[in-house]
């Protein structure tokens, strides 16, 4: 157990993949087609790291907001009236409404080549890069933006982030044969190992795609943990583990010696209603990020955050880069429900993930690797 006196867990993780590769355009969007969508991972990871970079000192999260106020102030005083590019005003709009740092379209980074983009460079910020960040997250990244952006997967990794692995193309383990998908882990985790020249030990099935038969695949192809376990059953594509079969150390479940399964984190209830004879047993309500934060409220979400945190002393988050960004573009094939969840309270999420990030600074933002290498050592 975690004694009092030691800092909760809170394991921050970035699905890294692009809008047009979510699960729910799939049949609006064919793979086939990606390489002529926008492109824009490599602007809002930039961003997620630039505020990752902010945030560890108290107040200084503010203090950074009025600097970057401050800035924009300057340059409209500074700009004449009508001076400007239409798509520049468009961008700084977009800017505006995600609260995101100031940054120029004179230049283009060559991480990403080969795709018609238009906002996918690094923002330029104000900021200077500290020596050792203040979060320390995970980012699970898609095998085809790996090929794509070899220098952003460099970059998560130079500031201190881990590195692990979403696979190549974004197909659910459950809809693969056993030989694609031994095929799929292998070559997303050495593609990924040769581009940071360090191992990789974490994987995520795309869409929580993961069971018992999977779990002993994902081990086999060399890993040391796996975190695609989400407890919440409402949803079709959800996996399902055996969970309880093994020992728990923490949030994290000790598969074998050296595998580890992290669960995304959810709010667990067991109810027992006598007068209405009702008995719920293990119900679990989705709060371990994604689509979920932002929908719901965030006074909401926070308390049932710091529920989590104050029963397990741990808890693990979710998101996509693609949730800080309402200026991508819209898929009008696709189902209501599925633009209903994708597209909800998209220009408010990068204010809340900094409030989060802010309000909870008294926590120990690690990776998923250091939380199991702390398990391994401090029987957490």
Known sequence: MITQNKKKYFLFTIDVEDWFQVENFKSSIAS??????????????????????EVGEGSRVQGVEGAIDRSRKSEARSQKPGAGSRAQGAERGRNEETHFPPFTQKKRSRACHSHPQTTNHKPQTVFKQPNKPAVRATFFILGWIARKCPELVREIHKRGHEVASHGVDHHLCNTQSVSDLRTDLNDSKKLLEDIIGDEVCGYRAPSFSVNDSILKIIQDAGYHYDSSYNSFDRHGRYGKLNINAFKQSGIAYQVSDHFHEIPVSNLDFDLKIQNLRLNIQNFSLPWGGGGYFRLIPYVVFKKGVQRILNKKNAYSFYLHPWEIDPGQPRVKAAPASFKFRHYINLASTYKKLRRMLNEFSDCRFGTCREY?????????
């Not at 199991?372 to 957490?380: K, P, R």
């Open 32 to 53: 086939d087609s990606w390489q002529h969508q926008e492109l824009r991972v490599e602007r809002n990871t930039y961003n997620l790291l630039d505020l990752f970079d």
């Open 372 to 380: 199991i290498e702390a398990v391994a050592v401090d029987g957490l």
